[in-house]
C-alpha cells in the first residue's frame, strides 16, 4: 500500500515563526498535495505540485510556500506564522485519474 | 468552474438504518467522483471511485454510490448504519487531467445511534 507520511501529527508555534511541514510519499506518485481543513469549510487546496520542482498555487496560497527538491517529499512551509493559520494540514499523493493517499494530517497550532 | 456540494453537514441515523449521504456537483463533463472517510484525528481514506466505468460503484465497508448524470449527482449510501460508520465523508470530483486537482465538498458528519 501507498503510505504517505507526515513528520508530526501535533505541532504548536508561535506567531511569526517560520514553520516546516514535511510529506513523503513511498509510490512514485508524480502529484504531491498540501491541503488544509478547517470546520465548515472542508478542504482547501493551498499547493500541488506535478513534477519535481513543479509547483502551482491552489485555492489559497496566501502566506504559504512549497519546496519539492525530490520526487517523495513535497515540504509546506508558512514564511511567517499567524493564528488565523491555525488548522489540520492534510499531505496527499495521487498518480494522474486516481484517487488521493493521504497523510494522517498535522494539526497545527499557532499561539 | 467546477464545484461540489454536500447537502447537510449532520446527518444522524439510527444502528441498522439506510444511510443516505449527498452529493451534487457542477461540470461541464463527466468528471471523476470520489467519496472519502475520515474517523477522527486521521487522514481521509478513499471509500470509492467513479471513473466513468459502472454507473452503480461498489466500495468498502458495505458502501455504495450510484452517479447519475441527469441529476449530477453521487449519493452514497449503505442499506443499513453501525456504529462504527460515525464519521465525516467528504465527496470529491476531479478532471482526471494529468494534475488530478480535486475538488471536495464541506463534508457531512455522520453520526449512529444504537
Known amino acids: 500500500d501507498v503510505k504517505v507520511t507526515q513528520s508530526s501529527r501535533y505541532l504548536v508555534k508561535r506567531t511569526g515563526e517560520k514553520v516546516f511541514l514535511e510529506c513523503v510519499q513511498d509510490m512514485d506518485h508524480e502529484n504531491m498535495f498540501w491541503y488544509r481543513q478547517d470546520p465548515g469549510l472542508g478542504l482547501r487546496l493551498i499547493y500541488f505540485?506535478?513534477?519535481?520542482?513543479?509547483?502551482e498555487k491552489g485555492d489559497i496560497p496566501e502566506g504559504y510556500s512549497v519546496s519539492r527538491e525530490k520526487k517523495e517529499r513535497f515540504s509546506l512551509i508558512l514564511e511567517s506564522a499567524s493564528t488565523n493559520q491555525t488548522s489540520m494540514y492534510l499531505c496527499?499523493?495521487?498518480?494522474?485519474?486516481?484517487?488521493?493517499?493521504f497523510g494522517s494530517g498535522t494539526r497545527l497550532t499557532v499561539v | 468552474a467546477q464545484s461540489v456540494t454536500q447537502l447537510g453537514s449532520h446527518v444522524s441515523v439510527s444502528e441498522g438504518a439506510l444511510v443516505l449521504l449527498r452529493c451534487n456537483y457542477s461540470s461541464s463533463v463527466p468528471p471523476y467522483l470520489f467519496w472519502y472517510v475520515q474517523y477522527p484525528n486521521q487522514g481521509l481514506q478513499l471509500l470509492l471511485k467513479y471513473t466513468s466505468a459502472a454507473t452503480l460503484v461498489k466500495g468498502i465497508n458495505g458502501f455504495e454510490a450510484e452517479f447519475k448524470k441527469s441529476e449530477t449527482s453521487f449519493h452514497l449510501t449503505k442499506p443499513s448504519a453501525h456504529m462504527s460508520d460515525a464519521a465525516e465523508y467528504f465527496c470529491?470530483?476531479?478532471?482526471?487531467?494529468?494534475?488530478?486537482?480535486?475538488?471536495f465538498g464541506t463534508g457531512t458528519l455522520l453520526a449512529v445511534q444504537p
Open positions: 496527499a499523493s495521487s498518480y494522474p485519474g486516481y484517487g488521493y493517499t
Open positions: 470529491a470530483a476531479g478532471d482526471g487531467g494529468a494534475t488530478n486537482k480535486l475538488i
Open positions: 505540485s506535478y513534477d519535481v520542482k513543479m509547483k
